[in-house]
């Protein structure tokens, strides 16, 4: 499974009125090969953020410094260093982005990653991270990692962001915006002439994040012949595919439709597209509400509570109603829509399951509820309903030169084990606690987050960065450095 880490912009922002700072995206991606193993990394950064110089011809241009060292226990296995340079430009209005591409031998085994990317022109100190990188490839039927793509054409000569007879622009990030429509990736199978007798076939498709349901209208299917490497470009239309979290999955499945391999890549979509109001009335109407719990819901302003306080377990199918139907709709079609959610969830017994649900929610009533928001509108509420009962909570209610902040801890939840979000009160009143960091895939994270943390507003920090997560792996700290006690304490916590 591919690996991400700083996906979204690694910000160096100051503590004064005039930002300044270099904003990159950055990934990689793991392949093998006949004469070994290999990654790609690609680096996008926004020009605007760059600082320019004026060069002897006189036009102007940025130079971005990039360190990759990759190591074996204490041991150097490899090392690049180089300068990127923009496109030299005469117009500094309008500064263009500009993108690298890396190839670099790594043969199967476990490395340290750290990178460091310093504005050469700039005097702010370089950004620096660590990551953890496992090359495991076999002579078994296997995938590469997934790249995305922003577009690609026949090649006419070689280059580092060719494969295969294509030049392949990478597409930098896992966010698609309302703007993009369309989803683009390259994937290389491996040792399919090995492992499979016949031709093959090749299914990639949308699944829901949270659910793991795929998601209709966006599945595809390819035959192919076996090769030691078969190379493969694929798209899928997402013009109507909601808001919210999904995994790009491409599996290479038997007659039976059964999975041979597989590999997946996170992502998030927004867009604005939802059901309307009349769409959800035709599809609530095979419900008979007289045979239902919900026949008895008579008090509108009940019901809205209750479709209110489903939001954070809803679907990204489920939540543009809550969204922005809710208030127009008429009693009858909110018990239907009502009904329709929990047969989902339980079709044996939907009015067991919302009461149970219900239980819950009045807990966090009880719990998180503050002066002007319900509890499941909050950001604890929230992460209770939607993952359950912590299995841990660490408290810090009291703490010199720190924001009162909790720590909660699961110990697994679907596939991520050791799952960590962290809350705090910034107002040091009440009990509006925010969610600034988890380590959960999907979820809010910040950037060496215990720095929000502290009360003082001189501190000397200079790197800050807050995302959504895509790597359930990395606490989110990026240098071991601890000017306070309660600091220390946090992130030990963390890491437990």
């Known amino acids: 499974m591919k690996k991400i880490f700083f996906i979204i912009a690694l910000c160096i922002v100051f503590a004064t009125q005039s930002f300044a700072g270099l904003e990159v995206y950055f990934t990689y991606t793991k392949f093998n090969s006949p004469q070994g193993q290999y990654i790609e990394t690609y680096m996008s950064t926004i020009g605007s953020s760059t600082v320019l110089t004026q060069k002897s011809n006189g036009k102007f241009q940025s130079e971005i410094e990039v360190v990759m060292v990759f190591k074996i226990g204490d041991s150097i296995a490899n090392f690049e260093k180089y300068v990127l340079q923009s496109p030299e430009i005469t117009d500094t209005t309008e500064v263009p982005n500009f993108i690298d591409a890396q190839r670099i031998n790594l043969p199967n085994g476990n490395y340290t990653f750290d990178i460091s990317i310093r504005d050469i022109n700039s005097d702010k100190p370089p950004y620096c991270f660590t990551d953890a990188i496992t090359m495991d490839f076999t002579d078994k039927v296997m995938f590469s990692d997934i790249e995305l793509i922003e577009s690609y054409t026949k090649s006419s000569g070689e280059s580092l962001i060719n494969k295969n007879g294509f030049d392949m622009v990478p597409y930098v990030a896992n966010f698609f915006p309302e703007n993009m429509n369309s989803l683009k990736f390259y994937i290389e199978a491996y040792n399919t002439d090995k492992g499979l007798n016949d031709d093959f076939m090749l299914k990639y498709h949308i699944n829901e994040y949270s659910s793991g349901k795929e998601v209709p209208q966006c599945s595809r299917f390819k035959k192919l012949k076996p090769a030691e490497v078969v190379p493969f470009i694929g798209e899928l239309n997402i013009e109507k595919l909601p808001s919210g979290n999904y995994n790009l999955v491409v599996e290479i499945v038997s007659r039976n439709n059964e999975p041979i391999a597989r590999s997946s890549y996170f992502f998030q979509r927004q867009n604005k597209s939802t059901f309307s109001n009349e769409e959800y009335e035709a599809r609530a109407k095979q419900f008979d509400l007289n045979n239902t719990f919900a026949g008895d819901m008579n008090s509108r302003d009940s019901l809205v509570y209750y479709i209110k306080s489903m939001r954070p377990i809803a679907s990204v199918y489920e939540r543009p109603f809550i969204d922005n139907q809710l208030r127009r709709s008429d009693?009858?079609?909110?018990?239907?829509?009502?009904?329709?959610?929990?047969?989902?969830?339980?079709?044996?017994?939907?009015?067991?399951?919302?009461?149970?649900?219900?239980?819950?929610?009045?807990?966090?009533?009880?719990?998180?509820?503050?002066?002007?928001?319900?509890?499941?509108?909050?950001?604890?509420?929230?992460?209770?309903?939607?993952?359950?009962?912590?299995?841990?909570?660490?408290?810090?209610?009291?703490?010199?030169?720190?924001?009162?902040?909790?720590?909660?801890?699961?110990?697994?939840?679907?596939?991520?084990?050791?799952?960590?979000?962290?809350?705090?009160n910034p107002s040091m009143e009440g009990r509006e606690y925010e969610l600034l960091h988890s380590n959960k895939q999907g979820e809010m994270h910040t950037f060496n987050w215990t720095r929000y943390l502290s009360r003082s507003k001189s501190s000397s920090y200079g790197v800050s960065d807050t995302y959504n997560s895509v790597d359930n792996v990395s606490s989110g700290y990026g240098q071991n450095t601890f000017n306070n006690d309660w600091e220390r304490r946090a992130i030990e916590e963390f890491n437990k």
Not at 390 to 417: C, K, M, T, V
């Open 331 to 424: 009693l009858e079609t909110l018990q239907k829509y009502f009904v329709e959610f929990w047969v989902k969830r339980n079709y044996i017994n939907p009015e067991n399951e919302w009461y149970q649900y219900k239980k819950q929610v009045e807990k966090v009533e009880l719990n998180y509820a503050t002066t002007i928001r319900h509890g499941f509108e909050t950001d604890r509420g929230v992460i209770y309903l939607q993952y359950g009962v912590p299995n841990h909570i660490f408290q810090s209610p009291i703490e010199p030169g720190a924001y009162p902040y909790e720590i909660w801890q699961y110990y697994r939840l679907g596939e991520d084990n050791n799952c960590k979000f962290v809350f705090y």
